[in-house]
């Protein structure tokens, strides 16, 4: 088998979680941080597929998990996006780096705020060092992507407390100098806007 063949093959054995398979690779010398087209490797393959003991086995076999793919995704960063706790555990277990951001310039909290994954955002604020009050490109902090990209349901309103609870600056402006305040109030999320005023938002 080529160089070339091997690390198909193991990438595709990463997809489909076969951990038999990833172990005879990786004593063939395959190289653990190979990437395919879309520059992801073998354990993000195996994470996004749900693969957690192929995960596991690459963690231990010593897979950079850092590494990001074309569209900034790694397993820590697909997992806040897409609410798969026990991917994020495994990620924060392993020393993920929290501070790398997704192709919007969030930090791993910013689309767990925003999608609502409230499991997720307490994994990160009682487990990391994960920064609060993070800007990404847009100029919004995880509050208030929060605040304006949901439904300002129950969900929502749970992350905002416990963001709130752990350091979120509920002065921080958008990039047009809108505190969280107002725009909790164009978008009618009177709940919400209760939330901020007991912390102290203005």
């Keep these: 088998m080529s160089d070339n063949q091997l690390v198909q093959s193991f990438l595709e054995a990463a997809s489909q979680g076969d951990v038999a398979a990833l172990q005879s690779y990786v004593a063939q010398g395959v190289d653990l941080n190979a990437r395919n087209k879309q520059k992801r490797t073998a354990i993000l393959l195996a994470a996004m597929n ?8 690459l963690i231990e076999a010593g897979a950079d998990i850092d590494l990001q793919d074309e569209t900034c995704f790694n ?9 798969k706790l026990e991917l994020v ?3 924060v277990k392993a020393n993920t780096n929290v501070e790398l951001v997704t192709r919007f310039g969030g930090v791993g909290i910013t689309p767990a705020s925003e999608k609502g994954h409230v499991e997720i955002v307490h994994e990160l604020l009682t487990t990391t060092d994960i920064n609060v009050n993070h800007t990404n490109t847009c100029g919004w902090t995880p509050l208030i992507e929060a605040i304006i990209l949901n439904d300002g349901g129950e969900r929502q309103q749970t992350i905002i407390k416990m963001l709130i609870e752990h350091g979120a600056n509920v002065h921080m402006v958008d990039k047009y100098g809108v505190t969280p305040l107002t725009l909790a109030r164009q978008k009618g999320y009177t709940e919400i806007e209760q939330i901020l005023l007991e912390a102290g938002a203005k």
């Design 89 to 91: 555990k495994m990620m």
């Design 50 to 57: 749900d693969h957690y003991d192929a995960v596991a086995y």
């Design 75 to 83: 397993p820590f960063l697909f997992g806040c996006v897409n609410g």
